[in-house]
DNA sequence: CCAAAAGTGTTATGTCTACACCCATGA
DNA sequence: TCATGGGTGTAGACATAACACTTTTGG
């Protein structure tokens, strides 16, 4: 709860009539983890900080949040700043980080939050110098790419979340545009569980109206020809899952 | 990140040397609900407040962050102090709440935790006049019994969250003493999910040394006879997932 | 008609479910 | 020996995986 009880830290107890700002303050921070997928692989979007501390390192966007504003608000409005898109429900909180030391400076406790794009704009020019980049989430994970604070284990565990909910919800169709082809859609799943899907089967896994509804239109074939493929639309079952499970690697039933 | 950007809140962006209590400061506590199985139903540790707001409703307990300390030890710390339980590893963070006005005087931040028990302890005597009860979550589920603060939507969040673990983690065990028979095993699945499971099928699922290891002991029979149940302990295989999927209650394939 | 990629059929294998049945034990 | 659960067998429905095959299009 949000006071403390007086059952077993009576010294802490606040009089009835205490001084809210006699309890320890904390900043608190919203940090969004921005993913999209990118030359078939899951990119992550990164900012090189300006200032000290960790001065030229990359990180993951983030920003205070305000008292007047929820969680979900300001991670809104950090999505905003920083890509110009507004997409308030593709945000999903994944944790909340308040190390002692994880700041240097002040005692910061940050909520991690989640986006998947479809497309991630180039970065907005003219307003300052930081660059911003999108880094696949591969070089952070097998700790080839270090990032400012402890961002790489927000995105760890962002990752981590991303592989979850594809099972669990209707995820995998944020990464892909408003029409897309099974192809796509299908690379959604290999690029992020690492896997591969055969073609023949994952179409059988999402086949009915309820997951993918065509749209009568086709995407131009490549440049050697081949056939066109038909454009689909998600379909309402996405609300409330995924049509995949994922692959488990290892058979955790002994064997007999 | 800890700091704002300065790419598109210049204004935000604090000097060199800027004074970190410049910032909106906010109280950040963690609350921890508590679970156990309790004649066959999910049962959660509500105190009563002794004091001003909320005086006299019922609540999930917690408590400050402290400056010193993680969020996972505020967690362990207001685990052992309810409980007299010392047992961090079963503490699951699970949601951070930030709306303005969840506290009426102060703006607070809170995390909110998940622990399982297999018993709860009575309440520590002789420490305050502050009650604690053990109540079915689906009391509050379906809006029977309400609660201080947010701490609705806090245990809702909480419960989805122990549905989803017990399928992709070995919480399952968490629900069980050391030793254990199926039936016990089995029940955790039924009464958290809401399903029957077929005794015999569910012993199948979990067949083999990796899940469910033999002690040698048996359970005493029931007054009216029968055979003594098999005691067993929990094997390896639960640190990496769990042995069931949930049932999905509907088939989100469509026909043909 | 050829290349390329979409899309279909088929079969073997594995997993889930229901339910009949046997077994071990204490009263 | 009976009641009571624990524990096993089995058959059908269903899901998964592999892969050969057919279709559709642009060049």
Redesign the interface.
Known sequence: ??????????D??PP?GYD??A???????V?VVILTLRDARLQVLL?R????PFEGAW?????????????DEAAARELT??TGVDAAPLLR?F??????D??P???????GYLAVLRDVPP??AG??A?E?ALVPVAEILDGRRTL??D?ERIVRDAVDRVR?ELE?SGLATEFVGDSFTLAELRSVYEAVWGVHLDAANFRR?V?????IVPTGHRTRPGPNGGRPAELYRAGA?WR??G?L?SP?T?D?????
Not at 49 to 52: S, V, W
Not at 95 to 100: F, L, T, V
């Open positions: 709860m949000t006071l403390p009880t007086t059952r077993h830290q009576p802490a107890t009835p809210p700002r309890f320890p303050a904390f900043a608190v921070t940090d900012i900080r300006g200032g000290a990180a993951i966007p983030g920003g205070f949040k305000r008292p007047t504003e929820t969680l700043e920083e909180q944790g909340a980080y308040g190390d002692p994880r700041d400076r002040m005692n910061v406790v940050t909520v970065p907005v307003t300052d930081a911003a400012a604070f961002h979850l669990v896994s086949a009915g109206d309820a997951w079952a409330t899952g049509p499970r488990r290892i955790r039933r002994s064997p007999t």
